[in-house]
Structure formats: C-alpha cells, structure tokens
C-alpha cells in the first residue's frame, strides 16, 4: 500500500532506518538486533530484509555478520535510493513485500523488523515469505502488538483524546493491529514451526511511543491545549527518560504481561519433516 490516509511511503519526511544501530547501543533498536542475531546465529548464506527502509538493520546485521549474504527491500524507491547513499556497497532492491521478486528456495533466511503492521495482506506476505526460504530455512520478526489485551494502545483503542491508532495510520502508514495469538495463527497456517518467543515494548515504551506520535498529530496542524512549543518541550524532556529507560526496562522483563512488541523466530520444516508429520498423524487417526 503507497498511500494511507496522510502517509505516502515516498514522502522523505517518512522514511524509516536512516539511523545506525549498534549492538552495544542502550536502546530498543539495539534490541531487535540483538534478537535477529540470536535467530541468525547457525545460519549461513543469503538472508532477505523486506521493509528495510533506508538500511538502518540491513547495515547492522552485515556489520556484525559479514560472513552473510544480505538484501534489503523496501516498497519505496526513495527509501531505497537513500539506503543506497548511506551504504554504496549494500545489496538493496525495490520490491513489494507480497510479490518478492525472487525465485523459490533462494534464502537461508527471512528477517523483517516493523513491517507487518503496514501490510494490507499480512497471510500473503507470510506466504512469500514461504516460498522464498529453502526447506529448513529461519524466519525472524518483530511485530508490535497494538490489539494486545492489557497494554496502552489496547486501553486507548476507542480513544478519542488519545487516537493512537489513527496517528499510526496517517503518520507511519500501520493498517494493521495484532495481539501475539494473530501471529501464531498466522505462521502456523503457513506451516511455520515457532522455536522462540520473546516480549518486549513493555509500559514505558508504549508511553514514549504514545507521546511520540502526539507531538507528531500536533505539528502537523492538529489543536490542543498545549501551545506547540510547549508540545515539544515536554515530549523532548520525557524522551530524554522514556527510551533509554524503555530498552533497560526490555532487557529487565521480557516477560508477556503488558508487553506491546512481539520477537519471534520460526522454522519452516524440510519436506521430509513435513512427511513425517503427516505419516505421524495419519497413523494416530487410523487407530
């Protein structure tokens, strides 16, 4: 989807991973590398990034695993051409991330960060992802769960001081809201088996989040009561606290309760696995 109510995946003002993150970094960036290595780290070969923004993981990975070969993907042709700038030797393509224009069986391993929540047919691109990855290949991802029960974006979900899903919308282009079962669901009907799950983006993350993407609807010409410097002020003060103390807080208590962002590493069966699976349940249903 280019287009969603205010946002456009072209629009430079948009574009996400111009920043670099380091594994050693304090910060929440930090820590979906961190987990994406932990999936990687018995893979070798080619590993695919779709929603790769201007590079910001695709760097990160490859600094840490020059062994890999990695590409990075995005929708956006700006986003793309910015990646290009920032990393000339990278590997980065124009792509849609439900059309991956690659042939079957051509990756050891899918990585998308942020991703799924802006995708209209989340099963399609999961398909791809499917047909893509060799037997026996890994598939990581972190996916915020915005239709969690008990977190701040589920109490404000009907909100109409505090429209944070709206913001999303028209800010950052998200048209999609899952809870951590949606996304079970999800890699179990393509055949996906889970290896780990890991919780993150607990309470002080989603207020930082919250107050983000406040300042964001107020500069954009949106009323308040707060004049905007006054906007501005308070949220650069409280940023100072919020992300540092969110990542510590995520490194701390990786626990499910409140938790708002989704690590999960999955492994897609080798057809003789799959065969034995289904020998497996064929002889328990014959007795």
Known sequence: MRQVGRYC????????????????????????????????????????????????????LQRERPDLWIVGGDL??????????????????VLDACRLPFGSSAFDAVVF????????????????????????????????????PGTLYWVLRTSERWPIHRWKRDHVGHVQRFSDLD?????????????????SFHLVGQIHDVLDYWQRERAAGATGILPLWAVRLVTRLAFFVTWRLAAIEDRVNRSRALAAGLHVTAYQPTRAEQRAVRVALSARDGQ
């Open 9 to 60: 995946v072209e629009d430079p003002r948009t574009i996400q991973g111009r920043d670099d993150v380091s594994l050693r970094g304090w910060n929440l960036g930090a820590l979906r590398v961190w987990y994406a290595l932990e999936a990687l780290e018995g893979v070798r070969g080619r590993v695919l990034v779709p929603g790769c923004g201007a590079g910001r993981y695709v760097r990160a």
């Open 76 to 93: 956006s042709r700006t986003a793309i051409r910015e990646a290009y700038r920032r990393d000339p030797e990278g590997r980065y393509v």
């Open 113 to 148: 960060l942020d991703v799924l929540e802006h995708v209209p047919q989340p099963a399609v691109m999961i398909d791809e992802c499917v047909r893509v990855l060799r037997p026996g290949g890994v598939l990581h991802a972190f996916v915020p769960l915005e239709a969690q």
């Open 183 to 199: 996304i079970l669901r999800l890699l179990a009907r393509a055949g996906f088996e889970v290896q780990t799950l890991h919780y």
